[in-house]
């Protein structure tokens, strides 16, 4: 019995810790690493889909502008931060920042295109 009440003990210390862990990771509204790992269009809405893995989570969906989805790219690095849900997604990790959720329009490395992110294709509204 003694080794049970342990285990225990143990058990709740470490459950204890993780929530703690939680916690502050949403107070500080922490930015979780992850890479793009697919792109899609939805065939009933015709709504234009990134599928974003996360390094410590799901995958989750990101619903973009036909511009921003025409300049990501499978293996794009992505920021998102867990509690207000801010999305950056970046051509590679430190590199240029081809989608932001809280700005409005297309990013300049957008408009740029080449390699490492950018589609070089002309966009239908872009944003000098």
Known sequence: MPLLGTVVKVALVVVAVLLLVAGVAYAADYGVGGTVEK????????????????????????????????????GN?????????????????????????????????????GPGGGSGFPLSNPIL
């Open 39 to 74: 792109k899609s269009r939805d065939p009933r809405t015709g709504e234009y889909v990134v599928h974003l893995g996360l390094d410590l989570g799901p995958t989750f969906k990101q619903a973009l502008g036909p511009d921003q989805w025409n300049c990501l790219r499978e």
């Open 77 to 113: 690095y992505v920021k998102y931060h867990v509690r207000s849900g801010h999305t950056i997604i970046y051509s590679e990790k430190g590199g240029r920042v081809l989608y932001d959720s809280e700005v409005p329009g297309v990013p300049e490395a957008c408009l740029q295109g």
